[in-house]
């Protein structure tokens, strides 16, 4: 600062060519002042509790029935393609496959750098605009699948009573029935106090299986709790899901203009091949600027 105001004192007195190199050190410096308080202003930012954490993501198909799991999976399959980008980790908690292949439901978790923050924005509703395999006029539909991006407890994080938990077994089972399973290794928690579900058949082991449960729940009530806390200091928030109608979306998928929209900040990409591919940054990028933009205008 004091280098630019001595700068504009000389530029003051100047001539020539000497008072154009004293404007263009000048306008220099205060541009790199200018970032450099941008910086700052992002860097005082409160810290997101979160951000050192893994997620778990739970996908499910919704609106528009088999094509809905179907785009689940493509779904999955994005994420498991960016995770791999990015060099973090991932672990299939549960998967319950549909019928044509699709998901009825997965659940993962992520484990690396920054998985938290870069992607926590993908919660929510997103819908799908294509042809489905099921379509045999070639018309377009539209189906939905919904996207919950939780933050791993800990123990720690969350204690959880043995009297609060309402623990059944019973006999894994896949498509449309058939056992694959001769014991009673699944698992179904309850957890009393919320009404909060979960319920686990990946392992062959009961206990394995009673474990990957308890890791699901445990990230459930912390973004439960996490939520509540954020509703009393500001305005009541709706949920990362919603009720998984089509009208409730944060991002739509157009398979025939190769597009993928954001709603949330209005952007629009014309290489929705190359997302399902993997190639999330762009939307990452402006969905986490957007949130700094936001958190500098509140205050």
């Known amino acids: 600062m004091e ?31 200018a970032e450099l308080q941008a910086e700052l202003r992002v860097l005082l930012l409160p810290k997101d509790p979160n951000d050192d954490k893994n997620v778990i993501v739970e996908i499910r198909g919704a609106e ?38 699709g998901m009825n439901e997965v659940i993962f978790l992520l484990k690396g750098d920054g998985v938290w923050s870069r992607m926590k924005h993908e919660a929510g509703p997103h819908r799908v605009q294509r042809v ?18 939780l933050p791993e407890a800990e123990e720690v994080d969350i204690h959880i009573e043995e009297s609060d938990l309402k623990i059944d077994v019973y006999r894994s089972t896949g498509p449309g029935g058939q056992s694959v399973n001769t014991t009673d290794s699944a698992v179904r928690i309850t957890h009393l106090p919320t009404g909060m579900v979960v319920a686990m058949q990946d392992e062959k082991s009961q206990i394995q299986n009673r474990a990957k449960a308890l890791q699901v729940l445990r990230a459930r009530l912390l973004k439960h709790e996490q939520d509540r806390q954020a509703a009393e200091q500001s305005e009541a928030r709706r ?26 900040i209005g952007l629009t990409l014309y290489k929705l091949d190359k997302v399902l591919m993997g190639e999330l ?8 600027a957007d949130e700094r933009a936001r958190q500098l205008a509140e205050g």
Do not use: C
């Open 3 to 33: 280098d630019v105001a001595a700068a504009k004192e000389m530029f003051t007195d100047s001539a020539g060519d000497d008072r154009q190199f004293l404007r263009d050190q000048i306008d220099d410096a205060e541009a790199t002042i």
């Open 64 to 101: 528009g029935g088999e094509e809905a799991n179907l785009f689940a999976k493509d779904l999955y399959d994005m994420y498991t393609r960016y995770a791999e980008r990015q060099g973090w980790k991932q672990e299939v908690l549960n998967a319950d496959p549909s019928d044509m292949g």
């Open 132 to 149: 489905p395999v099921t379509e045999s006029q070639g018309r377009i539909h539209t189906s939905a699948a919904t996207v919950s991006v």
């Open 281 to 288: 940054d762009d939307l990452v990028d402006a969905l986490t």
């Open 239 to 264: 949920g990362q899901i919603g009720g998984g109608n089509r009208s409730e979306k944060v991002r739509t998928y157009n398979y025939k203009e190769n597009r993928v929209s954001d709603h949330r």
